[in-house]
């Protein structure tokens, strides 16, 4: 009767060790489409062709990355000129300002190395604005993730034969618009430095 018990405790100890093992590999994983970010009503999700890839990243809240894909063997990337999805004047106003921080941070970052040309990049990157806001008085007043400027942007790179390398999904605060789409976009050079 003790050999059975003993067996079972193991099992069961075998069992739970397995499970705590496993847990944080399938928190690390965790899908754009089950989390509360996909059920935003004012958050559309026009832009990225593949919403149900994009899993939780690393500086970038969600993330996409093709399989056997180096970011590395890209030597120049054009940017293009941003978009919104989002009918608001202030997403058209943080759009605007997308290619330019961009473009500052691909040429911060010592890890990409890349070079960015007007047309015909080895890697072509379209940005889009889904959102964006301003705090109101009780905002301000109140604090929270509201309490400052914030945009929400993505990202979607494809190679010379239009296959999809990267899409990015992020929202960012700052002192203002401008600021917020540098910030989120600071992030988003660092998740593409590590490639995750």
């Known amino acids: 009767m003790k050999t059975t018990t003993r067996r079972y405790a193991l099992l069961s100890l075998a069992s739970l060790f397995a499970l705590a093992v496993s847990f944080p590999a399938a928190a690390g994983s965790k899908k754009f489409t089950e989390s509360d970010d996909a059920k935003q009503t004012d958050e559309p999700q026009e832009f990225l062709k593949d919403y149900d890839k994009l899993t939780k990243g690393k500086e970038a809240d969600w ?16 940017l293009k000129t941003w978009g919104t999805t ?12 997308g290619p330019e921080y961009f473009e500052q941070w691909i040429k911060k970052s010592k890890k990409l190395g890349w070079e960015v040309v007007k047309d015909g990049g080895d890697l072509r990157i379209e940005g889009n604005v889904f959102n964006a806001w301003e705090p109101s008085g009780a905002a301000r007043v109140w604090g929270g993730w509201a309490a400052n400027p914030g945009v929400g942007m993505e990202l979607v790179a494809k190679d010379k034969s239009g296959k999809t390398v990267f899409e990015i999904r992020h929202k960012a605060k ?10 989120g976009l600071e992030n988003i050079v660092k998740t593409l430095e590590v490639g995750k």
């Open 63 to 78: 993330v996409y990355f093709a399989e056997g894909v180096s970011l590395k063997s890209f030597k120049t990337v054009s």
């Open 86 to 97: 989002n009918k608001h004047a202030k997403s058209k106003h943080a759009a605007e300002s």
């Open 174 to 183: 700052g002192s203002s618009l401008e600021d917020a789409v540098e910030n």
